[in-house]
C-alpha cells in the first residue's frame, strides 16, 4: 500500500476528498523537504567535489566540515537588501526569478520515486499525463530567465537573454524528439510485445522499462544528456550566463533573494536533469526486489550522474554560442530524427 | 549595517542573520593593480579562501557582499570605485588591501594617487603590505568576520 | 540593418586583466568596433623616478609589469649599469638570469591560468597558481618579497644564492617539467578549446610591425624576434634555447608559443644552474652603501625581454645623484593597441579571449 493511500486512511473521518486533499498536500510537503535537503547536501557535495579537482580543500569552517555552509549562505541572501534597478519592467523584473524556482520546485513532485520497503510507493502524482506535465513546466523556465533579462536595462543583461533564446531554441526541439522516441518504444511491451499504455506518463514508463531505455536507443540517451547538460545550462553550455565575458548574464542586476531564486533554479535543474534522465533512460526505480529498495537504485543512479555533471561543469570550456546552435541544429537534431526512425522500426520488430 | 533596533525578542534573529552574512563573505572580482593577483593567489588552491565560505567570487557587484580594493586607486578610477560601491547591496563591506590603498604608499609623491580609499569609500578592514601575503588577507578576512558578529552587541 | 548596442567592458570586469574600458560597437553579437580607453592606472611612476636616487627606483619597475618583477627591475638596472658603468661579476648576471626565467614562468602561470578562467573552465586556474606559488617560495627565500621582490640591485644581486635555494629551484624545475605537460594538456585535450582558439584573433605580421607589437605576440604572427637571441644580454648567448613561432597567427598559435616558451625558460635555468660559477655575488669595488652617490650622465637606452614582449627603458642623466628623465617602452602598451583590428568582425566571445591571449598588464601600459 503506497504512502499515499495511508495517509489517506489515517485523515479518512475527513471524508473521502477532503482526506485525499490532505493526504495529496502532506506527501507534497514530506517530498519537497526531502528534495530541499538533498539539495543542501547536492550543493555542499559540489563544493567539496571541485575543491578536490582543483586541489583545494573547500568549505570546512562553517560547521562541523563546513556543512552548514550553504545555511549560512541562505541567510546571508535572505538578509540582503534586493535592490530594484532604475528603468527596470517591475513587473517582470519581480516575477521573473519566481517563476524559475517554482518551476523547478513543482517539476520534482512528479517524480516518480519509486518504492521504499514499508512506506510503498512514493510517488506524489498519479497523473496520467506526468511527461507532459514534466516538459510542460520545464518549458516555462526559459520564460523566467528571458523575462529576468529583458526587464532590465542593463546590456549585458539583455546579450545574455539573446543567448539564452538561441539556445533554448537550438537544443529543446532534439530533447522532445528524443523524449517521443521513449513515448513510442514504451507503447509495446518487449517482452510480450502486446500494446500497453500509461506510455505517457513517468510511473507508466518505468513500470516497462525493464531493459534501461539507454541500452535499446543510446543515440536518444546522448541527445538527451547533452540537451539537459544545454537545460541546466552548466559549463560548456551556461551561454545564459557567461561569467566571464557578460559578468552574470540575465541574472546580472539581480541581488539578494531574487539571485538566490536563479541560483536555487541552476543546481535543481542539475538535480532534477538528473532525475529526468535516470528515469528515462537508466530504468529509474527497477531493479531486484524493487518493491523494497527501488527508491534506493534511482537515488543511487541520479547521484552518480550528478556527480558526473558536476565533473564535467569544472572540465570544460565554455562554448561558443554560434557553435552551439551549429551543433543543436546540424547534429543533434538529424541525430534525434535518427532515434526517431530507430525507435519506430524497433516497436514494429518486437511487434 | 544594523538592521535597526527591534527589542530583545529579535536578537536572536539578528544573531543568525549575523552569523550567515559573517560566513558567507562573496567577495567582487575586482582587481586593480599588482595586489589583484595575491588577490587571486588567495582565492588559489594553497591559501583557498573558500574554506571561510568566501568561495563564489561574484563577478556582479548586485551579488557580492564584500568589495576587495586591491590596487592603487588613481584619481581617474576612484569615481568608478565609489559606483561599483553604491552598486553593491546592502550590507556590505570593503577590506582596502595594500599600503598604496591604505595612503598612498610608494607612490605617495605623486599626482595622480588617492592618498586612502577611505576618502571615497567606508573601509571596515585595513590590510597593509605592498602587497600583502594571501595570509595577511585572509588575517584580515577573519577580522571582518569578527567585526561583523559583534555588530549588535555594541 | 544598423543595430547597435554599446557595450562597456570595463574598467572593473573580470576578463578585462587589469583596469582598461573597451567600449565595444555590437551589432547582435559581432563586434563592429573597439575603443579603448586606458590610464585607470597612471601612477606616474617614470615622475616619481626623477625625485628618487637611481638605487631607489627599482621598486617602481618591480610595479609596473607587476607578474613579471624581476625581468621589470633587469630592465631597469642595466639602463642604470650602462649610464653608470657598474661592473656586474659574472655570477651575479648567472643568478639574475635564473631569476628573470623564473619570473618569466610565474608571470606565464598567471596568464594561463587566466584564460582559462576566460574561457570559461574552472580548473587550471588553480593548478597554475600552485605552480606560482613554488616559484613564490624560491623569490621568499632569496629575497624576502613573494611578487614585487625587490631582489636584483645595482651591481649586482640582493644576497648570494644559498645551497637551499639552489636546491629548491632544481626541485622546482624537475616537477615542473611534468606539471607544465599536464596544464598544457588540460587545455590542449579539449576540443571546445581549439574551436574557440583556432582561426580568431588573428593579427597579420605587417601590422604587427607597424603596430610596434613585441613578444609572443609577434612570434606567433610568425616572425622570429626575441630580444634574448637577437641582441643578447646577460649571458644569453652563452645558452641554447630556440625561439618558438607559430604561422597560425591566431590566438591558438599564441597559446601554443606561450607553452613552448616555458619549455624553454626550463632550458635555460638548467643550463644556468650547470654553468653557475663561484665568485662575488656583488660588485668587489663598490659598497652598498655608496649606491646613494652614484652619479650618471648621458643618454642611456637598454631593452630585455619581458614576458609580455620588448621592454625599454631609457634613462637621462644630467650628472646628478637622480635620473634627469626615465622612460619605460612598456610592450603591453604597444600589444594591446592591436586589440580593435583583432577583434574586429568576430564575435564578443573571440574578443574575451584575443584580450586574454595579448597578456597585458594595466600597470605596465599606463606605468
Request: include cysteine; hydrophobic fraction near 45%; charge should be neutral.
Amino acid at each position: 500500500m503506497s504512502i499515499l493511500l495511508r495517509i489517506h486512511q489515517w485523515f479518512s473521518f475527513l471524508g473521502s476528498f477532503a482526506s485525499f486533499g490532505v493526504a495529496y498536500f502532506l506527501q507534497s510537503i514530506v517530498v519537497l523537504v526531502f528534495v530541499a535537503l538533498s539539495f543542501i547536501a547536492l550543493i555542499y557535495i559540489f563544493r567539496k567535489y571541485m575543491a578536490r579537482i582543483q586541489r583545494r580543500i573547500g568549505p570546512n569552517r562553517v560547521g562541523k566540515f563546513g556543512l552548514l555552509q550553504l545555511i549560512a549562505d541562505a541567510l546571508k541572501l535572505v538578509g540582503k537588501e534586493s535592490i530594484l534597478p532604475e528603468g527596470r519592467d517591475d513587473m517582470a523584473y519581480k516575477i521573473a526569478p519566481v517563476i524559475v524556482m517554482i518551476a523547478t520546485i513543482l517539476a520534482f513532485v512528479l517524480l516518480p520515486f519509486g518504492d521504499l520497503a514499508y512506506f510503498g510507493s512514493l510517488a506524489v502524482t498519479h497523473s496520467k499525463v506526468t511527461l507532459v506535465l514534466m516538459f510542460g513546466i520545464l518549458s516555462i523556465i526559459p520564460i523566467g530567465e528571458i523575462l529576468g533579462g529583458i526587464s532590465t536595462k542593463s546590456n549585458y543583461a539583455l546579450l545574455g537573454t539573446m543567448r539564452a533564446v538561441a539556445k533554448d531554441i537550438s537544443f529543446e526541439i532534439p530533447m522532445m524528439i528524443s523524449v517521443l522516441a521513449i513515448v513510442i518504444v514504451s507503447s509495446r511491451s518487449y517482452v510480450t510485445g502486446d500494446a500497453i499504455t500509461g506510455g505517457l506518463s513517468l510511473s507508466g514508463i518505468v513500470s516497462n522499462e525493464v531493459i534501461p531505455y539507454g541500452i535499446i536507443e543510446p543515440l536518444g540517451l546522448l541527445v538527451f544528456f547533452i540537451s539537459m547538460v544545454a537545460r541546466a545550462s552548466y559549463s560548456p553550455f551556461d551561454l545564459g550566463e557567461s561569467d566571464s565575458e557578460l559578468i552574470s548574464g540575465y541574472t546580472t542586476e539581480y541581488s539578494g533573494m531574487r539571485f538566490g531564486f536563479f541560483y536555487i533554479g541552476l543546481f535543481g535543474m542539475v538535480y532534477l536533469s538528473s532525475f529526468l534522465i535516470s528515469v528515462l533512460y537508466l530504468g529509474g526505480a527497477n531493479g531486484p526486489y524493487d518493491n523494497y529498495v527501488g527508491f534506493i537504485y534511482l537515488m543511487i543512479k541520479t547521484i552518480i550522474l550528478v556527480l558526473i555533471s558536476f565533473l564535467i561543469w569544472v572540465a570544460i570550456p565554455r562554448i561558443r554560442i554560434d557553435k552551439f546552435v551549429n551543433l543543436g541544429w546540424k547534429y543533434l537534431l538529424p541525430l534525434s530524427m535518427a532515434n526517431l526512425v530507430y525507435a519506430g522500426l524497433f516497436v514494429l520488430y518486437i511487434r | 549595517m544594523k538592521t535597526g533596533d527591534m527589542g530583545v525578542k529579535t536578537t536572536t534573529l539578528e544573531k543568525a542573520l549575523e552569523w550567515g552574512r559573517s560566513n558567507s563573505l562573496w567577495p567582487l572580482t575586482m582587481g586593480l593593480a599588482c595586489c589583484a593577483i595575491e588577490m587571486m593567489a588567495t582565492q588559489a588552491a594553497d591559501v583557498d579562501v573558500a574554506r571561510f565560505g568566501s568561495e563564489i567570487f561574484r563577478n556582479s557587484p548586485r551579488q557580492s557582499d564584500l568589495m576587495i580594493v586591491a590596487g592603487t586607486t588613481t584619481k581617474r578610477m576612484a569615481p568608478r570605485v565609489k559606483r561599483i560601491y553604491e552598486e553593491m547591496p546592502y550590507p556590505k563591506y570593503v577590506i582596502a588591501m595594500g599600503v598604496c590603498v591604505i595612503q598612498g604608499g610608494p607612490y605617495v609623491d605623486g599626482y595622480s594617487v588617492v592618498l586612502g580609499v577611505d576618502k571615497v569609500v567606508p573601509v571596515d578592514v585595513y590590510v597593509p603590505g605592498c602587497p600583502p601575503s594571501p595570509q595577511a588577507l585572509t588575517y584580515g578576512l577573519i577580522t571582518l568576520q569578527k567585526k561583523i558578529r559583534n555588530e549588535t552587541d555594541r | 540593418m544598423s543595430h547597435w548596442i554599446e557595450l562597456n567592458i570595463g574598467p572593473v570586469h573580470p576578463s578585462t586583466h587589469g583596469i582598461y574600458r573597451f567600449r565595444v560597437k555590437l551589432n547582435e553579437e559581432t563586434v563592429e568596433d573597439v575603443d579603448i580607453t586606458i590610464g585607470y592606472l597612471h601612477r606616474n611612476a617614470e615622475k616619481i623616478c626623477e625625485l628618487n636616487y637611481f638605487v631607489n627606483n627599482t621598486i617602481y619597475f618591480d610595479r609596473m609589469d607587476y607578474i613579471d618583477a624581476m625581468n621589470m627591475e633587469l630592465g631597469y638596472l642595466r639602463a642604470v649599469e650602462a649610464l653608470t658603468d657598474m661592473e656586474v661579476p659574472e655570477r651575479a648576471q648567472w643568478i639574475r638570469m635564473i631569476m628573470a626565467e623564473l619570473s618569466r614562468i610565474a608571470a606565464r602561470m598567471v596568464g594561463i591560468g587566466a584564460l582559462g578562467l576566460d574561457v570559461g573552465m574552472l580548473t587550471p586556474f588553480f593548478h597554475t597558481f600552485h605552480e606560482r606559488e613554488k616559484i613564490q617560495k624560491i623569490f621568499v627565500e632569496a629575497s624576502g618579497g613573494r611578487q614585487e621582490v625587490n631582489y636584483m640591485s645595482i651591481g649586482g644581486v640582493y644576497q648570494d644564492f644559498n645551497d637551499k635555494i639552489i636546491e629548491e629551484i632544481r626541485e622546482f624545475i624537475s616537477e615542473f617539467k611534468g606539471k607544465l605537460e599536464e596544464i598544457v594538456k588540460m587545455f590542449t585535450d579539449s576540443e571546445i578549446f581549439w574551436q574557440r582558439n583556432v582561426g580568431t584573433g588573428i593579427l597579420e605580421p605587417d601590422i604587427a610591425l607597424d603596430y610596434g607589437v613585441t613578444g609572443p605576440m609577434l612570434r606567433a604572427s610568425g616572425i622570429p624576434y626575441d630580444v634574448r637571441k637577437d641582441s643578447p644580454y646577460l649571458f644569453y648567448d652563452k645558452v641554447n634555447f630556440d625561439v618558438p613561432i607559430a604561422r597560425t597567427k591566431d590566438n591558438m598559435g599564441r597559446f601554443l608559443v606561450k607553452a613552448e616558451e616555458l619549455r624553454q625558460s626550463i632550458r635555460i635555468i638548467e643550463q644556468c644552474l650547470a654553468k653557475l660559477p663561484d665568485g662575488p655575488y656583488f660588485n668587489p669595488k663598490t659598497k652598498k652603501s655608496a649606491m646613494l652617490l652614484l652619479k650618471g650622465q648621458g643618454d642611456v637606452f637598454t631593452r630585455v625581454e619581458s614576458e609580455s614582449g620588448e621592454f625599454g627603458v631609457f634613462i637621462r642623466g644630467d650628472g646628478g645623484v637622480k635620473p634627469y628623465r626615465v622612460h619605460a617602452r612598456s610592450p603591453s602598451f604597444k600589444n594591446l593597441a592591436v586589440v580593435p583590428i583583432m577583434a574586429k568582425g568576430s564575435l564578443i566571445a573571440d574578443l574575451i579571449i584575443t584580450i586574454a591571449s595579448v597578456d597585458a598588464v594595466a600597470g605596465e601600459v599606463d606605468r
